[in-house]
């Protein structure tokens, strides 16, 4: 339901002499929704060579943002991470100029270099590194025990009734199952955080949308 174009140097006034043609010769009600500074479509999982349609970013020349797909846009993203991964975006967003959006790297290693210390320090609120997924099935019918459905057996051995659909929340641990449910009776203490998990969790979020600028997974 989209269509993206991109001219060098056109005006919204070109964009708008286009919409009026498409609209002309496709008979299709079209609007100019916005004209970005930059855009970026973000690689595919499966296939590093290829962007895809649903995972991108761009900012307007007025300020605003358009994105989707991204960590920080995902329910399954814990607070801290869908954070600095904003914070990122923004840092990029102060560049108006697409081929200078490298002169940003130094403050945004900075940034994530401040975040990584406080999650090695253990300055993060638990609240911040909860994670939260919904059950898409019956938890009988999963057959790997992924952190989502261990969090889930935790609560059902607590007399908890687990249903499809329920959203479960969970911190990783580095110890025993790796995950530990949110609304058990206990809290685990923060010593007990898995940190490493959480790193590289942060790493991913990270590079995710700084690989159109060349970085990569070893930031």
């Known amino acids: 339901d989209s269509l993206f174009v991109s001219r060098p140097d056109a005006t919204r006034e070109d964009f708008q002499a286009l919409v009026k043609t ?24 499966v296939n590093p060579n290829l ?6 970013f761009g900012i307007a020349a007025n300020g ?3 994105i989707r ?8 993203t814990c ?9 990122v975006i923004q840092i990029l967003a102060t560049e108006q100029d697409s081929t200078k959006l490298v002169d940003r790297l130094p403050e945004i290693l900075t940034f994530v270099q401040d975040q990584l ?8 609120s638990l609240e911040e590194l909860v994670v939260s997924q919904d059950l898409s099935r019956e938890l009988d019918h999963y057959s790997v025990l992924s952190p989502l459905a261990v969090a889930a057996h935790q609560l059902r051995a607590q007399g908890q009734t687990i249903r499809m659909g329920m959203r479960i929340r969970y911190l990783y641990v580095a110890r025993g199952p790796g995950v ?31 690989q159109p600028l060349g970085v990569t997974d070893a930031i």
Do not use: C
Request: proline share 3%.
């Open 180 to 210: 530990h449910a949110w609304d058990l009776p206990n809290t685990p203490d923060w010593k007990a955080i898995d940190r490493a998990q959480y790193r590289k969790l942060i790493l991913r979020a990270v590079q995710e949308v700084l």
């Open 51 to 56: 962007s895809v349609a649903n995972r991108f």
């Open 22 to 45: 498409i609209e002309k010769e496709t008979e299709l009600p079209m609007e100019l929704e916005n004209v970005y500074a930059w855009f970026a479509f973000l690689r595919s999982r």
């Open 117 to 124: 210390s406080a999650m090695k320090n253990g300055t993060v």
């Open 79 to 87: 607070s801290f991470i869908a954070n600095i991964q904003r914070q």
């Open 64 to 66: 605003d943002h358009k």
């Open 69 to 76: 797909g991204v960590a920080s846009r995902r329910g399954d």
